[in-house]
């Protein structure tokens, strides 16, 4: 399997919209599914030589990698390559139901919008002004709502006309933007406006492997509320503890058997769909100890994550908005038990042969590094806090919906200072 570059994929995606956008929706139907079906990535990259030249020479698909780069990307992954054109068709098919103004979208060389990802006039901008926002929610307590720009908006890439440009521009030179003072309301607003008057179209393009959705996220703030409140715990998923042990003597480390799972699982659902919320420690990084936790929101059925928070801080602040107690309790049993797993991690590193391990070069006793790291942190502080939240989670109650509610809508991109932005998924 090929691991995914993010840059280069989603590259690939801005590529393959703007494709669907010169050749129009109907001759999209008809050419892309011959390739769909034989996946002949060569053929479609050699029919499409002149038109691909054309998307990046004439500055219409801005992107973070080079042509060269994306093209030998989708050559080696195949996946890619189907996931891209099936999006590309169903963003086309469906554009008109995200703003009427797109609707000349569907027409054969409208090329009225530029296709960006990690380019400077339209996400750079954007990335501007999330801070300057972020900055200024900051001024009440101290604290930013957003940890990063993802939890404002997961949007890869967008469509954006020359007039979407020019006012995002605008409002990044504006005095009160560079002072700072730049609220969330003024951007979203300003956001939502450029997506109305068909000028804008942020999208959180995902891998697919099945029927592409397109939802349109934080439109329509009712529908948001409607669909947390529908979101409740259904409770923790089945777990076989983290078993096993380790010794210190006579300045060795040991480790001896172990066995069992680490990563824990708070089950819900969401409008009828099943999910969960994985909480899953990374116990080294570059050979050493690691605080990163990964809290991470899926559903059942979609190959694509619904998305991510980082770290048990900012885990443990969204918690806090909704019961400060158990976050309090959660923040305690996570620092008093990693302090214990980074002294007897470190011991085995220096002691246990763990450095030997992971510096060896072979793959094998790199994976073994991996997983007496992953044991160790299974017994000491992945145990423990499990204990706290199959406690709490186990029997939910009102209290308990509206902790996964909080999590969902911060992980989900769904809060109230949000973005607008439109997602393709299976």
């Known amino acids: ?85 099936q999006i590309a068709e169903e963003i086309l098919t469906q554009v008109d139901d995200i703003s009427g103004k797109f609707r000349k979208v569907k027409s054969p060389g409208w090329q009225n919008l530029f296709y960006a990802h990690g380019d400077d006039d339209v996400m750079k901008t954007i990335s501007e002004l ?102 409740e715990c259904t409770g923790i998923q089945k777990w076989e503890e983290m078993k096993g042990s380790y010794e210190f003597k006579n300045g060795k480390f040991k480790m001896n058997s172990y066995s069992g799972g680490r990563d824990i699982y708070i089950t819900l659902k969401s409008d009828k769909k099943n999910g969960r919320i994985q909480i899953r420690h990374t116990p080294a990084s570059g050979g050493k100890p690691s605080k990163g936790v990964k809290v991470i929101l899926s559903y059942r059925g979609s190959s694509a994550l619904g998305g991510q928070v980082v770290g048990i801080p900012l885990f443990t602040k ?40 992971y510096k ?23 145990n423990p806090l499990r204990e706290e939240i199959d406690k709490y989670f186990k029997n939910p109650k009102e209290k308990q919906h509206n902790v996964v509610r909080a999590i969902f809508a911060y992980t989900a991109s769904r809060t109230e200072l949000s973005s607008p932005f439109v997602i393709a998924k299976d």
């Open 360 to 382: 060896s070069g072979d793959k094998k006793q790199k994976n073994k590094f991996n997983d007496d790291m992953g044991a160790i942190s299974g017994l000491t502080v992945m």
């Open 130 to 231: 999330f801070k300057s926002a972020n900055i200024q929610s900051a001024k009440m307590d101290g604290t930013k709502y957003f940890g990063d720009l993802n939890k404002w908006s997961p949007a890869d890439i967008y469509f954006a006309s020359q007039k979407a440009k020019n006012r995002l521009l605008r409002l990044k030179n504006h005095e009160q933007t560079k002072k700072n003072n730049l609220t969330f309301a003024i951007l979203n607003e300003t956001i939502g406006e450029l997506i109305e008057s068909g000028d804008l179209l942020p999208l959180s393009l995902k891998k697919v492997s099945g029927n592409v959705s397109i939802q349109k996220v934080n439109f329509d703030r009712k529908s948001e509320e409607t669909l947390l409140a529908k979101t």
């Open 318 to 357: 969204i918690i806090e908005t909704v019961d400060p107690v158990f976050a309090t309790k959660l923040r305690s049993v996570w620092d008093g038990n990693y302090a214990k797993f980074a002294k007897d991690a470190n011991r085995y590193i220096i002691n246990g042969g763990g450095s030997k391990k």
């Open 1 to 85: 399997m090929v691991m995914v570059n993010t840059d280069e994929a989603e590259g690939a995606q801005a590529l393959f919209c703007y494709i669907a956008d010169y050749l129009g929706l109907k001759k999209t139907r008809s050419s892309f599914k011959p390739y769909y079906e034989s996946k002949d990535v060569d053929g479609f990259f050699e029919e499409y030589k002149k038109i691909i030249d054309e998307a990046f020479s004439s500055g219409r698909v801005d992107t973070s990698k080079p042509k060269r780069t994306i093209i030998s990307y989708i050559k080696k992954n195949k996946d890619w390559f189907l996931s891209s054109m």
